[in-house]
């Protein structure tokens, strides 16, 4: 019986040892599947994340454009437009107007003055020295009052610049400016020495009373030359100039892209301009010279100067200078031929 026991409690203990083993197995089992369980839920967890990060991404990209791309530096750098002026257009528009305002002031002054009128060259002319002047005077006035309102609007920049005033590089090189006038008056007038005409300029009306050839000196070194350099260097000869380059103009991008970013002008457009508008200054003053082809030829190449002068120093105020330098010789020599005004009669004893 102990024996029996005995095998009894040693099977007990090898049934308890087992079953320990299959536990132990069991146990081991469970923590693998719960770890491989653990895992799986642990994937799960990421491809549901990784799938709203699609959905958001999709969302997103549905309800918002993606943002266009950087420009080029070339694009981002790319200079202003620029405008030209005064064009043509500009300077067709300030002498119609300037036309129509002297007819204006002539009509006004014969109106109210009754001076005698005379046609000379097919002009209109009004006799009485002080009221043509008074009419001219008005126009200049008038006229130059009128653009420094009105082109402004048109150019977007002020009338001076717009113009090329720059009275900084006149005031910096007056000296050579007054005395380059004042060279060009003593070449006219030797000039003029050889090529006088035996009839009397229309001008020379002016010179008749002391107190009519001061007025006139004064007008033509302080105001004419202002109102004519304006006129001529500042609309007129830049007006051809880019509507000659305009004309001239290679039709491509490049030479449209040349234009529409620079205000730079040929010399060739240059030479055409200052060609055409001394032309048209001999002709202003042909009727007060009496179209006398030698005084016209010498205006022409002085026109040609004041021309280079204003585009050499690109100042509008630096061939003001030089044209009342030269204007000013003249009335000079005037002055002191006739002893101050005082023996106007001295005038035709020639």
Not at 43 to 52: I, M
Not at 306 to 316: D, E, I, K, Y
Not at 318 to 325: N, P, R
């Amino acid at each position: 019986r102990e024996g029996g026991a005995g095998q009894v409690c040693g099977a007990g203990k090898e049934d308890g040892s087992a079953g320990g083993e299959a536990r132990e197995s069991n146990r081991k089992t469970d923590w693998q599947n719960g770890k491989k369980s653990g895992a799986i839920k642990s994937n799960e967890k990421e491809d549901r994340q990784a799938q709203d990060l699609r959905m958001s991404d999709l969302f997103e990209n549905q309800t918002a454009p993606p943002p266009p791309p950087p420009l080029p530096e070339e694009a981002a750098a790319l200079p202003p437009l620029q405008r030209r002026v005064p064009n043509l257009g500009h300077a067709l528009l300030l002498f119609a107007f300037a036309g129509v305002s002297l007819f204006v002031f002539e009509l006004i002054v014969i109106l109210i003055g009754g001076p005698q009128v005379a046609m000379n060259g097919g002009h209109m002319t009004i006799e009485h020295p002080k009221l043509q002047l008074a009419a001219e005077g008005g126009t200049y006035v008038v006229t130059l009052l009128v653009a420094w309102l009105f082109f402004p609007l048109l150019w977007r920049r002020s009338f001076l610049n717009g113009l090329q005033w720059n009275w900084a590089a006149a005031r910096d090189q007056l000296s050579k400016l007054v005395s380059l006038g004042l060279l060009v008056g003593v070449m006219s007038a030797v000039a003029n020495a050889f090529l006088s005409s035996a009839k009397p300029p229309p001008i020379e009306q002016f010179f008749l009373k002391a107190s009519d050839a001061w007025l006139i000196t004064v007008f033509g070194i302080v105001i004419a030359p202002v109102f004519e350099e304006i006129c001529f260097r500042g609309f007129l000869v830049p007006g051809i100039a880019i509507a000659y380059d305009w004309l001239s103009l290679k039709r491509s991008e490049e030479s449209r892209f040349f234009w529409q970013t620079t205000t730079t002008l040929s010399t060739g457009g240059y030479v055409f301009a200052a060609v055409i508008s001394s032309v048209l200054f001999a002709a202003l003053h042909g009727q007060q010279l009496a179209y006398a082809r030698g005084a016209l030829v010498v205006l022409f190449c002085v026109s040609c100067l004041l021309t280079w002068v204003r585009v050499r120093t690109q100042s509008v105020a630096a061939s003001v200078m030089v044209h009342g330098a030269y204007n000013s010789f003249i009335f000079l020599v005037t002055i002191i031929q006739t002893g101050g005004y005082r023996h106007l009669e001295r005038m035709t004893q020639q």
